[in-house]
């Protein structure tokens, strides 16, 4: 099996366009809607008793149950959202458009959802294939608390202001995690280790400035060939105070190193200027900066 490399390509996800109805008139639509609900209800409760007065007809009652069930105007419908992530977004868990995904909007009980991207791999130039979904998070009082003094002032631009806030959320000792979802169902996890051999020894010799081997095996020998990733698999890359990475995988610990160079390497590869989605590196520019103001 070909390892999962580079290069990387990327799509961006539409947001659904939103509406407003002008001078009250949401509130008469709203009442009337209720009212032909209402009707809708009392009309499917009067054939589900013509229905049930007939014993073939048991098919046609399960769906009407359903009806009743599910379009009652007292229920309460909700969903998860689908496409950027948005911080007015507080509890709703946020799906990756292009995968389907599911990403909590809250990890850890305070690390905050800034963003979701897609890796994606080109097999031989001919074929592309989803890898794996992945969100970031960041640490709610510690993002406050560490980079709130540092921007309380304008910058040249808003542009160079949120890379500037990314590049210290990056370099700050906060509390972060990177969450991936396996999406390719035949991904192995010697594929995982090869591409984080490439992506990360990349990055450390980037922001090290020599080749640091024994930290990078240190690291990927954590993916040992027992592990299975089918589709659905989650590993997270969780930077703990202290600059402590720790790795899990479905929920159990593989292995955990202090090293700030390498907490650094990894958020390179997700929110840096050449990370893998860019869509989501911007996705957690705006939504740090949002954050901030709050």
């Not at 995904?101 to 001919?126: D, H, T």
Request: hydrophobic letters at 35%.
């Amino acid at each position: 099996m070909a390892s999962l490399r580079f290069p990387f390509l990327f799509s961006e996800p539409q947001k659904p366009p939103c509406s407003t109805t002008p001078n009250g008139s949401s509130r008469s639509l709203s009442t009337a809607a209720a009212v032909a609900a209402g009707g809708s209800v009392v009309a499917a409760a009067g054939a589900i008793i013509a229905i049930t007065q007939s014993p073939k007809n048991l098919f046609l009652e399960n769906a009407m149950n359903f009806l009743l069930s599910n379009f009652s105007p007292s229920k309460n419908h909700s969903s998860p959202m689908w496409g950027s992530v948005s911080l007015a977004d507080n509890s709703a868990p946020v799906t990756e458009s292009r995968t389907g995904m599911s990403f909590p909007s809250i990890l850890k009980e305070s690390q905050r959802l800034l963003g979701i991207g897609l890796r994606k791999k080109a097999i031989f130039g001919l074929k592309n294939i989803d890898v794996y979904a992945f969100g970031v998070y960041a640490d709610d009082g510690d993002v406050k608390k560490c980079l709130a003094q540092k921007h309380v002032g304008p910058s040249d631009s808003e542009l160079k202001q949120k890379e500037e806030l990314r590049d210290h959320l990056m370099e700050n000792d906060i509390r972060m995690t990177v969450r991936l979802q396996i999406v390719y169902g035949r991904l192995s996890i010697g594929s995982v280790r090869s591409a984080f051999e490439e992506s990360v020894g990349s990055r450390l010799l980037k922001f090290g400035g020599y080749d640091n081997k024994e930290l990078l095996h240190r690291f990927t020998s954590q993916f040992k060939d027992d592990i299975k990733i089918p589709r659905g698999s989650i590993i997270e890359l969780s930077r703990d105070h202290g600059y402590i990475l720790h790795t899990t995988i479905d929920g159990k610990e593989v292995g955990s190193i202090q090293s700030k160079l390498l907490c650094r390497s990894i958020l390179d590869l997700y929110i840096g200027d050449e990370s893998f989605d860019q869509k989501a590196k911007e996705d957690v520019e705006s939504n740090l900066a949002s954050l901030l103001h709050k």
